[in-house]
């Protein structure tokens, strides 16, 4: 491998002669001697990256040829090729994951109707986030919740008693965890409470917290070390907070 060679490899990748097969069987034949030829950063950003999508690292290879190629004064005329099927590969990818997350939705509605009738906003914010690696969790018993306040000698508020009827819990990435399983007890400067979950109110990682004998939803906000007051009770924090957190998310 010569500079001359480089070159001529180069103009093919640039020009829209290659396909991304010969582009990454070229680069894995010649590697070694590429690395000693470019230098370091060159080299990186020539390099075919290893990704999900066929046309995103011949794509992104072209673009660093044509700097090479411009730095050496070598005339050449870019092809459009990759870039075009790159953003076809790029819309295509996008439909499939629409598609998936309206089943997704699709099936959370028709598995909850009883989320839905009682918790009408919040679930149609949720319905609209869902993510395929969410998870919503089936109801839990009377059983599973008595239990679970027994390991935590809390019981919990009424209406947090009624979230738990309908499902066990919720795990969304866009940072609202609520799960009986989950649920745990925590001392905070002295005073005691049960984390029913987080909610990324302010920073990752807010906890939700609720304090024996009461209704009254509280947050940490750990980034400022405080516990905080969120709203009166269970219904509030799903149809008005956490609801339109979701909405803007």
């Not at 989320?115 to 906003?121: D, E, I, S, T």
């Not at 027994?150 to 008693?161: A, H, Y």
């Amino acid at each position: 491998m010569d500079k001359e060679s480089l070159t001529e490899k180069l103009l093919d990748l640039v020009e829209g002669r290659e396909t991304p097969e010969s582009w990454r069987n070229w680069w894995d034949e010649h590697e070694t001697e590429l690395e000693a030829l470019l230098s370091r950063g060159e080299f990186l950003k020539l390099k075919p990256c290893r990704h999900g999508f066929q046309w995103v690292p011949v794509f992104g290879s072209q673009k660093r040829a044509i700097a090479i190629l411009e730095k050496s004064g070598t005339a050449f005329e870019a092809s459009n090729l990759y870039q075009e099927r790159y953003l076809a590969e790029l819309d295509a990818f996008c439909k499939e994951q629409e598609r998936v997350q309206r089943e997704k939705q699709k099936e959370f509605k028709a598995n909850n109707p009883e989320l839905f009738g009682r918790y009408l906003k919040f679930s149609k914010a949720l319905a609209k986030v869902l993510d395929p690696s969410d998870e919503i969790k089936p109801a839990a018993t009377e059983e599973q919740i008595g239990n679970q306040e027994s390991v935590l000698d809390f019981t919990l508020p009424s209406q947090v008693r009624e979230f738990f009827l309908l499902t066990a819990g919720i795990n969304v990435s866009t940072g609202v965890i609520v799960e009986l399983s989950g649920t745990f007890n925590l001392t905070i400067h002295g005073e005691r409470y049960c984390v029913l979950g987080e909610f990324w109110k302010e920073a990752d990682g807010d906890q939700l917290l609720l304090r024996p004998g009461e209704e009254t939803i509280w947050y940490y906000a750990h980034e400022q070390d405080k516990v905080k007051r969120l709203c009166n009770d269970m219904a509030e924090l799903l149809e008005k907070k956490l609801a339109r957190y979701l909405n803007e998310h």
